[in-house]
């Protein structure tokens, strides 16, 4: 299993400025996620950031807005550009661990919950 | 493209009586495929998934589900409701393999227990 810490847990913003949000795991793990979601909804995948190797987009997501570090293979970042209220969501990081026979496992962390004014 | 369908958005049961909740998957091969469950105000919580092998699975808070490749299905199902499983319950397949594997979620469906 992997236990994920998430900082800050929550923050208000205002539009315009920037967020930076951190990803610790107790184990290195080589995928790790970003996903989004937005009030009411299902999660949508932001990014994919494995170390090593630039970070994936998604359609939808841009690397200017979306700005994602992967420094190590237990820490992971987050930026949130030129904030408006639309990006008002959960921000959760993910990683997924290789479980042998019982196949790959995917853990969330608790989540950013931000609200831009 | 492959999907995650949920087709219940919202279902209310009486707290004791017995729950299925249902996914559909649109997937060439064989997916990975879990289920999880996110309570108000609190993050994700695995409950199960299914890899390969047998196809009924059992999971942690007595939830299980069965794989069903002839309807491509994978429905969550519970004998006895308790009052605590009121949440957001959310199926999800691995899309791809390897580093290149993305989980993507259905829409959610939301329990509700009344007493």
């Known amino acids: 299993s992997a236990v994920i810490s998430q900082k800050p847990s929550r923050d208000i913003c205002q539009r315009g400025t920037s967020l930076t949000i951190q990803c610790q795991v107790d184990s290195q793990v080589t995928m790790m996620f970003w996903y989004r979601q937005q009030p009411g909804q299902s999660l949508t995948l932001i990014a994919t950031?494995?170390?090593?190797?630039?970070?994936?987009?998604e359609s939808g997501f841009v690397i200017d807005k979306f700005p994602i570090s992967r420094p190590n293979l237990t820490f992971s970042t987050l930026t949130v550009s030129n904030m408006s209220p639309e990006d008002s969501s959960i921000y959760l990081c993910s990683v997924r661990t290789s479980g042998g026979y019982t196949g790959e496992t995917q853990y969330f962390g608790p989540g950013t919950r931000l609200l831009v004014l | 493209a492959q999907s995650v369908t949920q087709p219940d958005i919202h279902i209310t049961v009486s707290e004791g009586a017995s729950l299925e909740l249902r996914c559909n998957y649109s997937?060439?091969?064989?997916?990975?495929l879990f289920w999880y469950v996110q309570s108000p105000g609190q993050g994700l919580q695995l409950l199960l998934k299914y890899f390969s092998g047998d196809t009924l699975v059992q999971g942690i808070k007595g939830f299980e589900a069965e794989f069903k490749r002839s309807q491509s299905s994978f429905n969550l199902r519970k004998p006895s409701v308790h009052w605590s499983d009121a949440a957001e319950y959310f199926c999800a397949v691995v899309h791809g393999s390897g580093n290149t594997g993305k989980l993507i979620f259905g829409q959610g469906t939301t329990l509700q227990v009344k007493p």
């Open positions: 997937y060439g091969a064989t997916p990975y």
């Open positions: 950031a494995n170390q090593g190797s630039e970070a994936t987009y």
